[in-house]
């Protein structure tokens, strides 16, 4: 049960952390700075139209409209970062944006790892923004890393088992597909009774000799080829099983 709760516990850290960073940015910085007068009209609540004796070229806009949206690194990461960080968190509950982003594979790639990602995200994402919000978000945020660290180590009882893509489909970052499925067999529980059933079988029931695919090779991405209850190929990785991020 401590993987699924995580896995909650994250979703919910995701979504409280955007909206902190929403409110940080619609709410305290992007506020109306403009004020009509002789020399400058606005032009809605955050841009300035010279007139008057204020020159045609003058840089009024600095102050207001560039310490919103700018490229100085600097500003950006002050002002962005805790939707940034809420965006990452999300993401990570998709399998397909795990499969494909190096980023988001990486973040998720294990419990500890997911776990130190929400920990930077309470310090540098949510204690220091929005006041109370910021805070009941930072806890939020710290809370759930320590969650995860102990569903690390909650793993333990489960055993070590390899991660397995169960599609049978060539991925481009093996390391981050799916884990196949623990279905009771013949021979117990867990993935190693799983392909001890399809083992016997296979050589019960001798199948026809494949051709060659060009890019699948036995023990490519660190593992052997094998062989899962569907007759599918799959892949095997070297992450234990209870380290998963799932």
Known sequence: MSAPIGKALVIISGCL???????NVFHNVL??????????????PALKWNSGDVG???????????????????????????????????????????STSFIIGSISYSWTRMGTFLLLAALFGSFGYTGNFGIITGLTNSITSFYCVFCHFAGFVGGTMPCVNESGEKSGTPLFDRIMSRKPGKFG???????????????????????????????????????????????????PFHARYR
């Open 17 to 23: 952390t955007t909206l902190n960073g929403l409110i």
């Open 31 to 44: 506020t109306p700075w403009c004020t009509s007068s002789e020399a400058q009209a606005c032009v809605g």
């Open 56 to 98: 045609f070229t003058a840089d009024s806009n600095a102050d207001g409209w560039r310490s919103v949206l700018t490229t100085d690194l600097n500003t950006m990461l002050d002002i962005w970062s805790p939707v940034l960080f809420g965006f990452a968190l999300l993401s990570t509950a998709s399998v397909r944006i795990r």
């Open 189 to 239: 529980s867990g993935v190693q009774a799983n392909r001890m059933q399809a083992e016997k079988e296979r050589q019960a029931k001798p199948t026809k000799p494949k051709k060659d695919v060009p890019g699948r090779v036995a023990g490519q991405f660190g593992g052997p080829s094998t062989k899962n209850p569907k007759g599918k190929e799959a892949y095997t990785t070297t992450l």
